[in-house]
């Protein structure tokens, strides 16, 4: 019983349901109605690549090794040529594998016939089944990328939605895994419900009903599991605030990306999606050492911090289980995850607007804060905290801002990467109904794993749904 991921890039829920209720996609509103349309969290920060561990090794990005699209390694383990800091922009990309951590098994490595496209993780997958990859195709995705050629990516979606579906007709693999980034580009460019947005959308429907047609004919549609689904969503962009030049202007050697070269910086800024942002405050520490041993000195940058517009959320590590969290003008609360228990509790203000909170397992945790502006903040949270590659502090933007302006190719009018569910809240078609409710994109790879008899790791942060 083969198991299909589709990853529509960057599609929100509602932008796709109505755009399959005008009839504009008529093999995903065909799969709605056999199997069901679900929305769920993604996890955080809400990035392409990081928003994929979730898919392919049922984790979030954090416990993966994975905190963000760009990161600042304490350890030294990357060397100075490279600013002891990660990106996975462009030929950065290439080091994802070996970034992760040992412990986390991909569902590659545990399928025999398996087939990746634009799959960004690629441990276990061989050569030979990694489409969209090699040095040709990375010297075409960055000539598209920098010349901001955002239809080019449409081209690019539909080569690899003929190819997945050649490669399923003739191979007919166990597992196969396909991100369509169209969607995502040109939601970057226009505003995710902008017309070439929806031609993005329609290049995936055609590769759902290519798919399925193939399977009908070869009498074997029964017997597979096809499911669309997005990594993040999306919220337009009115303006920009660039945190590096802020902290620059403040008198610091900054050290932040593409500019990495060079010595003594004392702050890193690591910017990702461009609505969530990691800064390095101690670059001294080989180990994060917590708020309450850098407020002294730092106080006043997160002051400066929350006096922004731009800034939504900061949230402050105290530990690898306890963090404080900052809302702009609302006061700050704590967020736990104690003695088995999933807190949130106000202090001088209440940041997330729900009041205290307090769940015994991560089921729980999600039902509370699903009507929030924060949905699965708590669990997202706590997750990030037991990675020793986080920041001092991370910054989730505010609605209509992003984080980076200068050195993108084009000017962003969209953005992703934040807490707040316009970014959090993605879709989740199935062709066949689900016996549970399925609420977090982590549930995705478990679920896969038992459809295909395969026992999924101990370790996965998801739960199955089918």
Not at 38 to 54: D, E, Q
Not at 137 to 145: D, I, K, Q
Not at 147 to 164: M, S
Not at 414 to 442: E, F
Request: glycine share 10%.
């Amino acid at each position: 019983m083969p198991v299909i991921i589709l990853v529509a890039d960057g599609a929100r829920p509602d932008t796709l349901a109505a755009a399959m209720d005008r009839g504009e996609l008529p093999a995903m509103s065909q799969l709605r109605a056999e199997g069901g349309a679900h929305v769920v969290t993604t996890c955080w920060p809400s990035v392409t690549g990081m928003a994929y561990a979730p898919f392919l090794m049922g984790m979030y990005p954090g416990h993966v090794g994975l905190p963000g699209l760009r990161w600042f390694d304490r350890s030294r383990r990357i060397g100075r040529f490279m600013g002891h800091s990660r990106s996975y922009v462009g030929s950065g990309m290439r080091h994802v594998d070996a970034d992760l951590t040992g412990e986390a098994r991909t569902a590659y490595e545990l399928t025999e016939r398996r087939l990746g496209a634009l799959s960004v993780i690629h441990r276990g997958l061989p050569w030979g089944d990694r489409l969209g990859f090699g040095a040709a195709f990375a010297l075409r995705a960055a000539r598209t990328h920098f010349r901001g050629n955002v239809r080019g990516w449409l081209g690019i979606d539909r080569e690899i939605g003929q190819a997945v579906a050649h490669r399923i007709r003739r191979d007919r693999p166990q597992f196969v895994f396909a991100a369509f980034t169209g969607i995502d580009k040109t939601s970057h460019s226009e505003g995710h419900d902008a017309p070439v947005v929806r031609d993005a959308m329609r290049i995936v429907d055609d590769a759902v009903a290519e798919i399925r047609q193939d399977a009908e004919r070869a009498d074997q549609w029964r017997d597979m599991h096809l499911w669309i689904v997005s990594d993040h969503g999306h919220s337009p962009v009115a303006q920009h605030d660039d945190i590096a030049l802020w902290m620059r202007e403040s008198g610091h050697r900054v050290l932040a990306h593409p500019w990495t070269l060079g010595s003594g910086h004392d702050v890193a800024v690591m910017v990702s999606g461009n609505a969530m942002a990691h800064l390095y405050l101690d670059l001294a520490a080989r180990a994060p050492r917590g708020w309450d041993a850098l407020r002294p000195h730092w106080q006043g940058t997160l002051e400066g911090l929350l006096a922004r517009p731009s800034v939504d959320l900061v949230i402050a590590p105290l530990s690898t289980t306890r963090a404080e969290v900052h809302g702009r003008g609302r006061g700050h609360g704590t967020i736990a995850h104690e003695a088995g228990w999933y807190r949130y509790e106000p202090v001088s203000g209440d940041p997330l607007g729900t009041g205290a909170l307090a769940a015994s397992d991560p089921t729980g945790a999600w039902d509370a804060t699903r009507p929030s502006d924060y949905p699965d903040v708590l669990v997202q949270v706590v997750s990030m905290l037991r990675s020793s590659r986080i920041g001092d502090l991370m910054v989730s933007a505010a609605r209509d801002w992003d984080l980076r302006a200068k050195y993108e190719p084009i000017p962003h009018r969209s953005s992703h990467g934040a807490l707040h569910r316009d970014h959090m809240l993605v879709p989740l078609l199935l062709n066949t109904p689900s016996v549970s409710t399925p609420r977090r994109t982590v549930d995705v790879m478990p679920t896969a794993m038992r459809a295909l008899g395969v026992a999924p790791p101990t370790a996965v942060d998801g739960a199955i749904f089918l």
